[in-house]
């Protein structure tokens, strides 16, 4: 009998999760969350119960062992769920992160920290950009996605970002490898490498960029301006924070301390009036979209080959990521031979470049779009109607998470009254 993968897509709404069984067993859990204002089928514990359940189902077992999981990147809507407590009943082999949430690096620190402040300054400006309720309402959610601890937008039971980090850096009943592999480990690019927990397969990491200035490119204060007035404004905004750390969800090694900042200081008459018309005219949405799309870039780019099959898992990547990638034949050649696509960004405009489709995926290959079609500026044109017609043009057999048909193309089936789809494909 053949071989094949299956790759469950647990609907989540807004979000991302989902659980390949490789053909002799083991299995991946690739993020586990969802965007507060696009929920799927679950509650955040609800989806735990159901990988659970999931998990002992497939493999037989009394106790739930995923060999390996991964989270894409540290945004809600692929995270969210690691913040419960059920996870204290499931036992791991290894878990993945992007390189960028080693703690111990001191490039991934100071990315944060920048992050952290700029994302801070926007924070305490908001309430001086003149802002109807659906674009506050979007800046807002995109700082505490960000790690900034608004007032009002606190989750119930103390559930954040940072939590869920905690419990992937620490949590879970019992880990084969104490701590988590940062991918990738090296500036190889692609690099490949396999691991014991996972036999007979190979991992191709195509992002994050490991190389500084690439990162740098990606980081909201490379646009200095931006970062400078917002600074600006949030001082002139009579409602500065005093304490900045009651804002900081990171906690206090995540700011930056007022002796590394301080540009203004330096500054003529002249470029401080400059700064000054720049602040009264910064834009909230942009500067909110710039810390959303930096931690987008963040994501883990794999391409999991099990045999003849190759998986990509883009999570949300951007275009900064996918410019690299598209530019190298190695990377170019990885893709060439995909056999199955999970489309970023949940169908969003800037997550699947034209050129992925139309030139270097080969036609036919299925596609998963985990997303929710709903009102919020969040989610306008998610998932890009552009992008489901150039798959369909393509040939590629999609399903959508948000909107499942009666009949499902070729390979895929649902269960559970449509709290899953899954996709069998040979390898
Ligand atoms: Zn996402």
Same mark, same amino acid.
């Given at each position: 009998?053949?071989?094949?993968? +299956? ?106 920290? +920048? ?313």
């Amino acid at each position: 009998m053949s071989k094949t993968v +299956k790759i469950r897509m647990y609907n989540v709404g807004f979000g991302d999760s989902f659980l390949i069984t490789l053909p002799d067993g083991p299995l991946i859990l690739i993020d586990a969350g969802f965007h507060s204002r696009g929920k799927g089928e679950f509650s955040g514990d609800e989806l735990v119960e159901q990988i659970i359940k999931d998990v002992k189902s497939i493999t037989g077992a009394e106790d739930a062992h995923i060999d390996v999981v991964i989270c894409t990147h540290r945004h809600a809507d692929h995270l969210f769920a690691f913040n419960s407590s059920l996870w204290d009943q499931v036992s791991v082999g290894e878990v993945w992160l992007p390189w960028v949430e080693d703690r111990k690096n001191e490039k991934a620190v100071r990315l944060w920290k +920048k992050q952290a402040s700029f994302a801070m300054n926007l924070a305490t400006a908001l309430s001086s950009f003149q802002l109807n309720a659906a674009d506050r309402e979007s800046v807002e959610f995109m700082l505490w996605n960000a790690g900034v601890e608004l007032p009002g937008m606190a989750a119930a039971g103390g559930w954040s970002n940072a939590k869920a980090l905690d419990c992937l850096h620490e949590g879970f009943a019992y880990r084969r490898r104490t701590k988590p592999r940062f991918l990738p480990a090296t500036r190889t690019f692609p690099e490949s490498f396999s691991c014991p927990d996972l036999p007979d397969v190979v991992i191709h990491v195509l992002g994050p960029p490991r190389d500084p200035e690439l990162i740098e490119e990606l980081d909201p204060e490379a646009d200095g301006e931006t970062y400078r007035a917002l600074a600006m404004r949030a001082a002139a905004s009579g409602e500065a924070v005093a304490d900045m750390s009651a804002l900081a969800a990171f906690g206090p090694e995540w700011q930056v301390r007022e002796d590394e900042g301080g540009a203004e200081d330096l500054l003529t008459r002249n470029e401080k009036k400059w700064l000054e018309n720049l602040a009264t005219g910064a834009d909230a949405l942009l500067a909110a979209t710039h810390v959303d799309n930096m931690i987008n870039s963040t994501s883990l780019v794999l391409v999991i080959e099990v045999g003849k099959a190759r998986l990509l898992f883009p999570g949300d990547a951007e275009w900064g990521t996918w410019k690299r990638i598209l530019a190298d034949d190695d990377a170019r050649a990885l893709l060439h031979n995909a056999t199955f696509l999970k489309v970023g960004h949940h169908g969003s405009h800037n997550a699947t470049p034209k050129t992925l489709v139309e030139e270097v995926l080969p036609e036919g290959i299925p596609a998963m779009i985990s997303t929710q079609e709903g009102p919020g500026n969040y989610r306008n044109n998610i998932p890009l109607p552009d992008l489901v017609t150039a798959l369909e043009e393509h040939d590629m057999r999609h399903v959508r998470s948000d909107q499942l048909p009666e009949r499902l193309p070729r390979g895929f089936r649902k269960g559970d009254d449509g709290k899953w789809i899954e996709l069998s494909i040979p390898c």
